[in-house]
């Protein structure tokens, strides 16, 4: 099962990116899928979390009105649509699939680097 995480990059305050992560291996239909990330010599936090069929979402206070999570199932991919981007949203984003209800299956990671 793998797990690829792409589009991101750097940006500027106020600046917009997409993060996509597309699994394969496995289908994750039926599964949450999420991303996390991790700032420069911090811990890795929870940003945004969708449920299997998209009816239920979560966020983290820090990213609420900022981004949106999305899935397309016939893909079998998520995404990450983050706007006005700030440089505390610098950091390795991570995307993750559940299984059986544990954040089973990680991506590699994705840089974003946001420049005030």
């Known amino acids: 099962v793998q797990l690829q995480a792409s589009g991101g990059g750097l940006a500027q305050a106020g600046g917009s990116l997409r993060l996509s992560c597309t699994a394969s291996g496995r289908t994750f239909s039926a599964e949450a899928m999420g991303w996390f990330r991790e700032p420069p010599g911090k811990g890795r936090d929870s940003v945004a979390v969708i449920d299997s069929n998209s009816s239920y979402t979560y966020y983290a206070d820090s990213v609420k009105g900022r981004f949106t999570i999305t899935r397309d199932n016939a893909e079998n991919a998520v995404y990450l649509h983050m706007n006005n981007l700030k440089p505390e949203d610098t950091a390795v984003y991570f995307c993750?699939?559940?299984?059986?209800?544990?954040?089973?299956?990680w991506g590699r990671g994705t840089l974003v680097t946001v420049s005030s």
């Open positions: 993750a699939g559940q299984a059986m209800g544990s954040w089973k299956y």
